[in-house]
């Protein structure tokens, strides 16, 4: 078997593999056509691959201090200067990747199914489970989310898993009203009528039917919300509640060069700027896939 | 003339009066029952907000017991402070109890503070509403011309740059943004006040009115003070307006974008209305209610933004309060703030949400 164009834009695929390889690749040359989102997905697959081949790419040790190298402005040696403690922050900052990528997948993997199950239950089942799943949600969503986590993370004490459970206990709601908004259209639809007729069980129709058609509006709404974990994330660093030192948190970064930013302005402005490009890179490649995957909601 | 009526017209007139008044009852039994909903979904909201705040009090690691009297505590003190507080009750109950608190507005005592947290709460908040009320002026006034000139001028560069302002306003961390523009404005150019409301000199002088000091200075008539307020009030207040501006923006630009495409829009177009009053007389005017929206939400969004901003800004508002209250583990405080503003954010959010049902004829059916 080989991989051509032309096997890929077949109109009628032989296997399901075939179909899902073609649609992602027609995904993927219309992303390409759509600069800001080439932008987003460079800097994303810039963000995987630093925090895979972080110790090759970081030119000193995260974690060791040479204090008679402390507060460096940056040169060719510290790209970025050093820390209060003489610790290279370039190599902190690309070590850090690998906590954001953490963070953001680990939200990502709890968060998402769980609000996508809640959805798909509360649309598919409607009636009185509808109700209280949705008034349950619906109560969540209107609530201020960073102080939500901050209360959350108060509770549990301080620290990066705890962070990322308050993270991820806040941001389900809004995949639970997608998935139920998804599930509505399609419970009704002749192909579920089929399998129903065939004896499937309710289980096997949400999660082998029902579920699969969520996705795409779920990847779109994730990339895009990805930027505000990374804030949430970092802010909980900043206030001292997330990653604990000598954990290289961008946000915890920023918070102890607060003290020395009118003199030595590298130690906190540095990290400041691999959140924002991260952040942005994620706005871009969510906007774009949304233009690509959801057509409906798209042209913003 | 007019009270020499002859029957018919008499009748005539009393019908259309009932069909009148009948509309007019119709009308008034819309909007009640949309405010009686509205207070029946915010009572269930609170509820939630006040069970989810009673769940993370009772998941603290901590036993609030021993946070109360000490570890050197004889078994006999422990046990009576455990009772003295409820906690040998069935959970149900202590919810009962809680709620009933909550509702009497007694938080507790804050452990740092050794005050009842209502009472820190009541003397921070004037300060977070200072600032998120300059915030949201300035994401209104800045914000909403931008978005409509973005979607008057769509895809040009000007639009591009505006967009990517509005991205930019999701990917900036805002505390980071508070250290660089202190850094900048304050450090080095001198331009704005540093952190705190007012310069420590005038500390004290102003007699609390209102809790805002805009206001309280010119009550008392300080115009030096005054202008001092100003200069610090305005970098937080612009860094957190630029968050606001952001998410304005870009709704402005969408919203602006639907109606540009209306056939009314081609229709004013071919009459040769000047391009100024077609966006400015046609298109704006049926967003607006759209927008009240936006920026409703957006203003309860400051509320919460403003916790960042004045934990780098040394505001003492209620931002300040929760950050400060979290490091010490004051958790009444922790759970007092949050309570305060999730439920002012919860009451904005609702009241918006029936507002727009009560002004846009579209969404009432």
Redesign the interface.
């Known amino acids: 078997m080989i991989i051509s164009k032309q096997w890929l834009l077949d109109d009628a695929p032989k296997s399901r593999t075939q179909a899902q390889l073609g649609r992602l690749y027609v995904v993927c040359l219309q992303l390409a056509h759509n600069p800001l989102a080439v932008i987003g997905a460079i800097i994303i697959g810039g963000l995987i691959i630093t925090a895979l081949f972080a110790p090759w790419i970081a030119t000193h040790s995260p974690i060791a201090q040479d204090l008679s190298n402390r507060l460096l402005p940056p040169s060719s040696t510290h790209w970025m200067g050093t820390d209060e403690l003489g610790r290279d922050i370039w190599s902190r900052v690309v070590f850090g990747s690998q906590i954001t990528l953490t963070i953001v997948m680990l939200v990502a993997v709890i968060a998402a199914p769980l609000g996508l199950v809640v959805g798909a239950i509360a649309g598919y089942f409607g009636g009185w489970a509808d109700r209280v799943l949705m ?2 949600t ?3 969503l ?7 986590a ?8 301080p620290g990066i898993e705890n962070a990322i459970i308050a993270i991820a206990i806040t941001s389900w709601p809004a995949y639970a009203r997608i998935a139920r908004a998804e599930t509505l259209t399609i419970r009704n639809a002749e192909f579920v009528q089929a399998v129903k007729l065939q004896g499937a069980s309710s289980t096997r129709i949400i999660a082998r039917h029902i579920l699969p058609l969520c996705t795409s509006s779920m990847i779109v709404r994730v990339t895009l919300d990805m ?2 974990i990374i ?1 949430t994330a ?2 909980l660093g ?4 997330g990653a604990q030192p000598p954990l290289p948190e961008w ?1 915890a970064m ?1 918070s102890r060069g ?1 003290v020395f ?2 003199d030595q ?1 590298w130690v ?2 540095m990290p ?1 700027f691999a ?2 490009l991260v ?2 890179g994620f ?2 490649l969510g ?1 774009g896939l949304r233009d690509v995957l959801d057509p409906k909601h798209g ?2 | 003339m007019g009270w020499a009526v002859n029957k018919n017209d008499d009748t005539a007139i009393a019908a259309s009066q009932t069909e009148a008044l009948s509309r007019y009852f119709a009308r008034a039994v819309q909007v009640g029952t949309a405010f009686a909903k509205f207070v029946a ?1 915010i009572a ?2 609170f509820l ?2 006040a069970a ?2 009673f769940f ?2 009772r ?3 901590i036993d609030p017991v021993l946070a109360m009297v000490g570890d050197r505590a004889s078994n006999e003190v422990y046990e009576a402070a455990k009772i003295e507080m409820g906690l040998d009750r069935p959970i149900p109950l202590q919810f009962v109890s809680y709620i009933w608190d909550v509702l009497n507005g007694n938080f507790g005592l804050s452990i740092s503070t050794r005050q009842p947290v209502i009472e820190d709460l009541i003397r921070v908040f004037p300060a977070t509403l200072e600032m998120a009320t300059l915030g949201i002026i300035i994401g209104i006034v800045i914000g909403v011309p931008m978005g409509v000139t973005a979607a008057a001028h769509r895809g040009s560069w000007l639009d591009q740059v505006i967009r990517t302002v509005g ?2 306003g ?7 943004l508070g ?2 523009g ?2 900048i404005f304050y ?1 080095r150019l001198r331009w704005t006040g540093g952190p705190g409301r007012i310069d420590v000199f005038f500390d004290g002088m102003i007699p609390p009115v209102t809790g805002m000091l805009l206001i309280d200075t010119l009550i008392a008539g300080e115009i030096d003070v005054f202008w001092n307020a100003v200069s610090h009030l305005v970098l937080p207040a612009t860094i957190l307006g630029f968050f606001s501006l952001a998410y304005i923006a ?1 709704m402005t ?2 919203f602006m ?1 639907d109606q540009l495409s209306q056939e009314y829009v081609t229709t004013a177009r071919v009459k040769g209305v000047p391009e100024f009053f077609v966006i400015w007389r046609h298109a704006f005017k049926p967003i607006r209610i759209q927008l009240i929206t936006v920026i409703s939400l957006s203003y ?2 400051l ?3 403003s ?2 901003i004045e ?2 800004f040394s505001w003492p508002g209620i931002g300040n309060y ?2 400060t209250a ?2 010490n ?1 004051d ?1 009444n405080a ?2 007092g ?2 309570l305060v ?2 439920a002012v ?2 009451f904005i ?2 009241f918006s949400d029936v507002m727009y049902r009560i002004l846009d004829p579209r969404a009432r059916s």
Do not use: H, Q
């Open positions: 008034s349950i619906d109560i969540f209107s609530m201020p989310k960073l102080i939500l901050l209360a959350f993370v108060a509770a549990l004490g930027a505000g804030l970092a802010g900043f206030i001292g509640l946000g920023i607060r930013i009118l302005w906190a402005t400041g959140i924002i952040s942005l706005c871009f906007d042209s913003e | 979904t269930v909201t939630g907000l989810l705040t993370i009090g998941v603290v690691p991205l930019l999701y990917s900036i961390p805002a505390f980071w250290l660089v202190l850094a450090a870009r630009r969408s974008l309860a969004g509320l919460e933004g916790v960042m934990t780098i929760l950050t979290l490091l583990a958790m922790v759970l703030s949050t503003i999730g954010f919860i959010n609702k």
